[in-house]
């Protein structure tokens, strides 16, 4: 991986020439037979694939209404050319959301509509030959779904949502990425994405508290499937593992501590992540989030709290009541699920966590916002709250804050460059490639006002920070959450 | 798939991480850090060790915080940091200091 080199960082995002075929040898690996039918596909590529993926395409279009409009829609007028960062980064003209869809759609007129039966060469119509297949498994995984291109196309055509069906075609004919579904599978036996067994966790959990109480002379706890517990904390099993995810977990701890919250984390609902959603998946998202309920019922809490994960609010926000409701039973005076950082503005705003802003006084902070929380959600009681409820807490700890072009915030945000269950190391220069817009707009902020920080609410954004900003020279640490701000400006002990 | 390491018939993925435990031998390890250009010290072999002896208890690589605790534990407490783990795996300690000890890749958000 050695000869992977990250564009020129400087401070502009040039849209480039286009390069045909230049990330077309860029491919995830293929999930082997005992990783595909572990979660309910084919193990390998079926004998009459092409006459099942038509079979299912047809399904999938009956089913989702939204997925028959996109395909139908798109009147090619551009617009969201130059709108995917791994267009930006790559230059592959395939890159650009149109043409991305356009995989998928030409088949969908060569079997679905009249013209593409009977004239297909007019109407630009094409078989569904081994060929297409290859390029759907290459271009498919070189989207991550992050929803850019749909603020700009004036049709509001969701390419996220024809990645899914497209996966979820190549899954079901036994052609699937063996990065998502191994994770898939991991969640189905162990509970979590990284495959942490109970009593490791449990370890873990001890080792943290432990240090905690080191640093900072106080208990904060670490709960782990406590009966009878007020709050459910699911967090991205990342918080376990990796730095500096770990920072993040530390601070809503000590959140749940200070505000005097009784919390839990669960063994067997060890994840907020749903990778479901990347390979489009109903029957595996609805697996995964049956978790969380029956977590819930068999420790008897009143509220559910997500923590710092991107796809996971939006799954949780806006599907988990279909996935996994009623909710009935839990205490109807808090959202259900409620997002950890609503948790702390709410603590703030009512002046319940006594803050030390100077704390971060090292840093110079911008936010990142995460595209399926920015594109795909919402927090709060208000239009917006997903930009202005971190930034918030963002501003409560800390003294420095700088906002990045506008171009690249809210909904307007770039990806990090590895989402969309695209956080694999056989992708690592696509990713790398991918965050350039995010790296360009980071780095101008850098340079005007020393901005040392960016805070995420992303475990995937944070994953691939770390990971690809050493490539542009960027020191990893200027990756972190926002409750490791939190963190380290919370003052813990008795109230006065 | 099949490959041959330090004269030994192992399977491995294709990232070439060994895929059974108990095929391991230290001699294998020198060899995955040389494709992985490192060069093993008694410090990597530290580490190496203690990976492998969290595996066997608790079926994972340790977590993050777990194995700097356990390196500070060992070998003081300037060794027990993120930045020292680094400074001996470059490409991130839980990818490659588990390649080398044997141990499955940790695939997640990490």
Known sequence: MADIKAPELTGRIDVPAVSEGASAEIRPHVAGEALMTKIGFPGKLVDDWQARAIEKMGDLLSKYRSLQVFLDICVQCGSCTDKCHYFLGTGDPKNMPVARQELLRSVYRRYFTPGGKYVPGWVGARDLTEDVLKEWFVYFHQCSQCRRCSVFCPYGIDTAEISMAAREIMDSIGMGQKYSNEIIGKVHTIGNNLGIPDRALADTLETLEEEAKESTNVDVKLPLNVKGADVLLVTPSADFFSEPHVEGLVGYAKVFHQAGISWTLSSYASEAANFGLFIGNYDNMRKIAQRIRQAAIDLGVKRIVIGECGHAWRVAYSFLNTLAGPWDFLDSRYPVPQHVCEVTYDLINRGALKLDPTANDQYTVTFHDSCNVARASRMGDRPGGQFEIPRGIVKAVANKFVEMDPETTRDRTFCCGGGGGLLTDELLDLRVKGAMPRMQALKRVMDSDGVNYMASICAICKAQFTKIMPYYKVPRETIGGVHQLVSNAIVLGAKE | ?110
């Not at chain 2, 777990?66 to 534990?73: G, M, R, Y």
């Not at chain 2, 407490?77 to 990818?95: A, Q």
Request: overall charge negative.
């Open chain 2, 1 to 110: 798939m099949e490959a041959v390491m330090a004269g030994q018939n192992v399977e491995v993925d294709e990232e070439g991480y060994l895929l059974q435990l108990d095929q391991w031998t230290p001699e294998m390890a020198e060899e995955l850090a040389r494709q992985e250009g490192i060069a093993m010290t008694p410090e990597h072999w530290e580490i190496v060790n203690i990976l492998r002896e969290y595996y066997q208890e608790y079926q994972i690589a340790p977590a993050i915080r777990v194995l700097t605790k356990a390196v500070a534990k060992a070998l003081g407490p300037e060794k027990g940091s993120n930045k020292y783990l680094y400074e001996l795996f470059p490409l991130g300690p839980g990818k490659q200091a588990c390649k080398i000890a044997g141990l499955p890749k940790p695939t997640g958000c990490v």
